[in-house]
C-alpha cells in the first residue's frame, strides 16, 4: 500500500510539473497582441465624436477638438481648465479655452452657418493644449496634452507632411481651407480636412473668425520659449504657414494618432 501511495504521489506532482511548465511560455513564444482595425473615428473623454483621416503613417482628426478636460492617461487628468468667459477673467498662464462659436462679427463671420459654427470647436492656449505650463521648456515632440487617449499633439513635422500632400505649404492652404465660411474667399477642401475660420482668442476677446485658423503643435520656439510653432491658415492665401504664436493666444488643436503594425491594413 505504501508502494501505490509514493507512486500516485509521485504521479501527482510529475502531473502538475507538467502541468505548470506547459503554461510557462518562453519570450520567444509570448503572444503578439491581436490587430486592431484601423479607427474611423475618435471620441473624447467628453463623448465628442470625430471623423478621421488616414494620410501616410498618420490618422488625422478632420474637425477641430471641443473637449473641455483631460482625459485619463495625462499626468493633468484631474487638473481644470478655465472657461473663459465674459463674467470671469483667467489667468492666461495656466491652462484656458474660449468657446467662441456664437460670436459674430459682420461682414466677416457672415459666411458661418449654424453647421460650420458647430465645427469651429474651442480654443485653446498652448498651456492647455499641450497639457504644460506655459513656460516649460522640457515638453517632448510627442505629448498627448489635450487630445484623447491614444491621441496626441502634431508636431511642426507632422504639419510639414500633411502640406506635403498637397504640393507643400505654398499651396496647401488652400487645399486644406473649407469650402464655405470663409471671409471673400473659400477653399477647396481637397485635403477632406475642412478647416474652417475658427479665429483666436486671448481671455474672452475673440478675433479674426472668418478670415484665419491656426493650429497648435507641440514645440516651443527653440529660441523663445514664450512662443509654439503653429500651423496657420489666412483668407486670401493659398498658402499654409508655419510660425511661432504667443502661448497667451488660444487657437484650435486638431489631434492624429500613429499607426503601426498593431493595427490591420498598416
Known amino acids: 500500500m505504501k508502494k501505490i501511495a509514493l507512486f500516485c504521489g509521485l504521479l501527482i506532482i510529475t502531473m502538475l ?5 506547459s503554461c510557462k511560455k518562453s519570450s520567444s513564444e509570448v503572444e503578439k497582441p491581436v490587430p486592431k482595425p484601423i479607427p474611423t473615428s475618435v471620441t473624447d473623454i467628453d463623448g465628442n465624436v470625430y471623423n478621421v ?22 499626468p493633468r487628468v484631474h487638473d481644470t481648465i478655465y472657461e473663459a468667459t465674459n463674467e470671469q477673467g483667467v489667468d492666461m498662464q495656466k491652462p484656458y479655452f474660449k468657446d467662441a462659436r456664437s ?15 458647430n465645427s469651429l470647436g474651442l480654443l485653446y492656449n498652448w ?48 487645399k486644406l481651407k473649407s469650402i464655405s ?16 475660420p475658427a479665429g483666436l482668442a486671448i481671455r474672452n476677446d475673440v478675433s479674426f473668425m472668418g ?13 523663445n520659449n514664450s512662443k509654439a510653432e503653429a500651423l496657420k491658415l489666412f483668407f486670401g492665401q493659398d498658402e499654409a504657414t508655419l510660425q511661432g504664436i504667443n502661448k497667451i493666444q488660444a487657437n484650435s488643436v486638431r489631434c492624429i494618432l500613429d499607426l503601426n503594425g498593431s493595427y490591420i491594413g498598416f
Open 17 to 21: 510539473l507538467c502541468f505548470f511548465t
Open 127 to 174: 498651456s492647455a493644449a499641450a497639457g504644460t505650463t506655459v513656460n516649460n521648456t522640457t515638453i517632448k515632440d510627442t505629448i498627448q496634452g489635450i487630445c484623447p487617449n491614444g491621441w496626441r499633439l502634431p508636431t511642426p513635422a507632422d504639419f510639414e507632411s500633411l502640406c506635403n500632400h498637397f504640393g507643400g505649404k505654398e499651396l496647401a492652404g488652400k
Open 103 to 117: 460670436f459674430e462679427e459682420s461682414p466677416f463671420t457672415d459666411n458661418l452657418n449654424t453647421v460650420s459654427r
Open 181 to 196: 465660411g470663409w471671409y471673400m474667399d473659400s477653399g477647396t477642401d481637397e485635403s477632406e480636412m475642412c478647416c474652417y
Open 53 to 74: 483621416k488616414r494620410f501616410d503613417d498618420k490618422l488625422w482628426m478632420t474637425e477641430n477638438l471641443r473637449v473641455t478636460r483631460y482625459d485619463t492617461e495625462t
Open 211 to 223: 478670415k484665419q485658423t491656426i493650429f497648435w503643435s507641440s514645440k516651443s520656439l527653440p529660441f
